[in-house]
């Protein structure tokens, strides 16, 4: 039988004071501690040189997908998407692109003049040689447009009215504009390299005509660039109001730079860490935004511990030494405990098939770990050689009471609230449910969809480009997409079948058009003949252009139904596009989350049940965590899926969908968080009921003198997360409103209602174990010194 102590709380044994060669030993090896955390942090810098030039752009899609295996096969076949669209038309009197696509749909209704648009003479010479000029470029191996394109690119041809032209497909039938598909080699990060030393220059060559340059490799080049742009942005908004926040709950002015010394070198650690991934596997551009942001999170999370630990062995009269090593054998461990729970949150992540959120596991799991570390050796070295100095400048020594008073008997409010919510616990939890429970509702109508343009702002080039190329060419935009027929050897024999599937395929609801290689559809009728079909042995192309957005349903219908038709040859149909990747990524997401959660849970399982010994205790926190961060992920679609609060989406285009890979990884990091903060919790409830067998005052204790520290923390943590919300790259701010919104739900409904509720209800449940003996009462390491912050 599990027996609990009973009794008072003993007064707290008296340690030795250390000798003065224990002091000077001591203090000796803290120096040499820091001088090693210098040279280390000097390496770590040095080994983050040259990140940026290896650093992967894209990695939002699934890879190992029927899409991603048609886009191959396509590309084969030299039906491949662009790397970089460029759309030219009239640099001067050139109309709006809302009225070119009025023009572009209105053939027939020409001015009557040579020399405009891209028919004009002059327009038709200087596209042809921005053509040839793209196609000497080392790197590019294709080029199409509507002129010869020399070197590298298609043959050329004639249109219907003689005009001399590479693709007619690839001129508006008005000639108010055109575009030049320029294929690069290389993989996304290549290419988005090499588009972005190409498009400002030869845009500024257009001559007559005015260059708008937009495609996936044009947009990764953007998104770079801006994501280089918000980091240095979050740093400085973040930074000051971070170390506002630490210097009030530090006390200290000197104390508060500890954790900026902690995030330094771990996210200096983090970022040659990811270098040195590079070299074995492709890594994110926004894994450097997540590693500065988490790694002063964490670092504030870890500081804050460990100094308001030892701030409290030292209010009890311990000298600094022992003040330190206990604040390392009690918080230290603790921190070591949270980072494993982090870290393990972090892994599950590796089991989904995208390199987006692979590259984030990497940045996370390498900062949590280093964090730890850093702040397990650094802060109390620093302490120790700090002495007396780590209190001094006080920004509220006029204004309240000294510090030492505060560390002594823990925040009264926090523990007035944890005594209300003891004394009404089936109120309190009843409560907090429903509000969580509501937070969460949004999420159960969430859509998905995979990045695009209008993930950065309407300002964007990349956006304004890829807006304009939809209106005037929808074969080429993320509405199209493109069937491979494998194994059909086009030719007359093959006209047939090519032709009755051509008007199954438009006649799908949902379609706006189909080609094959007999022609163009629409509404199960040819509108258009191909002049002859082409023979062609390694297999046929066929094209569907949607009516509706890509991320939509209607185009996942109608990816299905494609999927679905009998194939007109010997193999199955593939299908790529961007609605395709979508369905794809989406059904990735959902066959794989099962797999993560189970990691996450039996991870935090073992990780917590081990520290706290307890049965009921780890699986709380799971479900507590997932409650919570539920809510955090349901405001998280109410405001960037449905728009409801209109400044954290101003600037950027609705979508009304999150970035697909965004829930998952806000969870993740916000689980890993929640634990966090929960272990913080525990430690110190756990403490104070095995000195004393008083649940209900062990949760009301622990509150107290935590809650301080979580009030803090979480204002930090959610300062330097959520600097991100100011980000010109939606899933970066998606990923900080999210993370800061979770943060700041933990530290108060749940740290402060759901948790001292549920902990009340079970009783002394929370620390049952099977054949565990009875202990004895532990002396603790300080006990309350102030009795009214234990009544109950």
């Not at 039938?173 to 290389?186: E, K, M, Q, S, T």
């Not at 089936?426 to 949004?442: D, I, N, Q, W």
């Not at 996450?600 to 009921?616: I, M």
Request: overall charge positive; glycine content about 10%.
């Amino acid at each position: 039988m599990n027996r609990e102590p009973r009794g008072p709380s003993p007064a707290p044994s008296p340690l030795p004071s250390p000798t003065p060669d224990a002091r000077a030993g001591a203090l000796r090896r803290a120096r040499w501690t820091l001088v090693l955390a210098g040279v280390v942090c000097a390496l770590f810098a040095a080994g983050a040189a040259g990140l940026y030039g290896r650093l992967a752009s894209g990695g939002f899609a699934a890879t190992g997908t029927e899409a991603a295996h048609a886009a191959e096969l396509a590309a084969r076949l030299g039906a491949d998407r662009p790397d970089v669209i460029l759309l030219l038309r009239p640099a001067e009197g050139g109309q709006r692109d809302g009225a070119d696509g009025a023009a572009a749909r209105a053939p027939g209704k020409r001015d009557g003049s040579e020399d405009r648009g891209v028919d004009g003479a002059a327009a038709r010479a200087q596209g042809a040689a921005l053509v040839a000029r793209l196609a000497r470029e080392p790197g590019v191996q294709r080029v199409r447009s509507p002129w010869a394109a020399g070197p590298g690119g298609d043959p050329a041809q004639r249109t219907g009215d003689g005009r001399q032209g590479g693709d007619p497909a690839l001129r508006t039938r008005d000639g108010r504009a055109a575009l030049v598909l320029v294929h690069l080699a290389g993989d996304e990060s290549d290419a988005a390299r090499r588009a972005a030393e190409l498009v400002p220059r030869h845009r500024e060559a257009a001559g007559p005509l005015r260059v708008t340059a937009t495609g996936p490799a044009w947009f990764s080049a953007q998104s770079t660039e801006r994501s280089r742009a918000d980091l240095l942005r979050a740093e400085l908004l973040a930074a000051p109001l971070t170390f506002a926040v630490l210097a009030i709950a530090f006390r200290s002015l000197v104390a508060a730079l500890l954790p900026v010394v902690v995030g330094g070198i771990a996210t200096a650690g983090a970022l040659a860490a990811l270098h040195g991934v590079t070299f074995l596997t492709p890594v994110s551009v926004f894994g450097v935004n997540l590693a500065a942001a988490l790694g002063f999170g964490l670092a504030v999370d870890y500081s804050l511990l460990m100094v308001s630990r030892y701030r409290e062995e030292r209010a009890l009269g311990r000298e600094p030494l022992a003040a330190v090593g206990t604040a390392t054998r009690t918080a230290g461990r603790t921190v070591a405990v949270s980072a494993c729970t982090i870290t393990a949150a972090l892994a599950a992540l590796l089991v989904f098939p995208f390199p987006f959120l692979r590259s984030m596991a990497y940045a996370g799991m390498a900062v949590a770990v280093l964090a730890a570390a850093t702040a397990i050796a650094v802060i109390p070295a620093a302490l120790l050689c700090l002495g007396p100095r780590a209190e001094a400048l006080d920004p509220l020594r006029r204004f309240g009471r000294p510090a030492r008073a505060d560390a002594a008997e823990g925040s009264r409010a926090w523990a007035a609230l944890a005594r209300a919510v003891t004394r009404r616990p089936v109120l309190s939890l009843t409560a907090s449910t429903l509000l969580l429970g509501l937070m969460l509702l949004p999420f159960a109508s969430v859509r998905l969809s995979l990045t695009d343009h209008r993930n950065l702002p309407v300002s964007a080039e990349s956006h304004r480009g890829a807006e304009a190329v939809a209106r005037l060419f929808p074969h080429v935009s993320d509405r199209a997409l493109t069937v491979v027929l494998p194994g059909l050897r086009t030719g007359a024999g093959t006209a047939p079948a090519l032709d009755r599937y051509g008007r199954m395929l438009s006649s799908l609801h949902g379609a706006a058009e189909a080609t094959t290689p007999t022609g163009r559809y629409e509404k199960g009728r040819r509108t258009s003949p191909a002049r002859g079909v082409p023979a062609s042995p390694g297999g046929a192309l066929a094209t569907v252009v949607l009516t509706d957005p890509p991320a939509s349903e209607a185009a996942a219908r109608v990816v299905r139904a494609v999927r679905a038709l009998p194939a007109p040859g010997p193999a199955p149909v593939a299908v790529a596009g961007q609605a395709a990747a979508t369905v794809d990524a989406r059904r990735a997401l959902t066959d794989r989350l099962p797999l993560a959660g189970a990691l996450v849970a039996l991870a935090t399982l073992a990780v917590v049940g081990l520290h706290t010994r307890s049965v009921l205790v780890p699986v709380k926190v799971v479900l507590v965590a997932a409650v919570s961060l539920g809510a955090a992920l349901g405001c998280v679609a109410l405001v960037f899926q449905h728009g409801v609060f209109a400044p954290l989406t101003a600037g950027f285009a609705p979508t009304g969908a999150l970035d697909t890979t965004i829930p998952v990884l806000v969870f993740c990091i916000a689980f890993g968080l929640a634990v966090d903060y929960e272990l913080f919790l525990l430690s110190r409830i756990q403490e104070h009921y095995r000195a004393t067998g008083d649940n209900t005052a062990a949760v009301v204790e622990g509150i107290a003198r935590t809650g301080r520290v979580f009030t803090a923390a979480a204002l930090a943590v959610a300062v330097s997360l959520g600097a991100l919300i100011a980000a010109q790259v939606m899933p970066l701010r998606q990923l900080g409103f999210g993370i800061a919104l979770a943060v700041l739900v933990d530290a108060t409904v749940v740290r402060g209602v759901l948790v001292p509720a549920t902990m009340r209800l079970l009783g002394r449940a929370n620390w049952w174990l099977p054949f565990r003996r009875a202990a004895p009462v532990e002396p603790p390491v300080a006990a309350p010194t102030r009795p009214e912050a234990v009544r109950v």
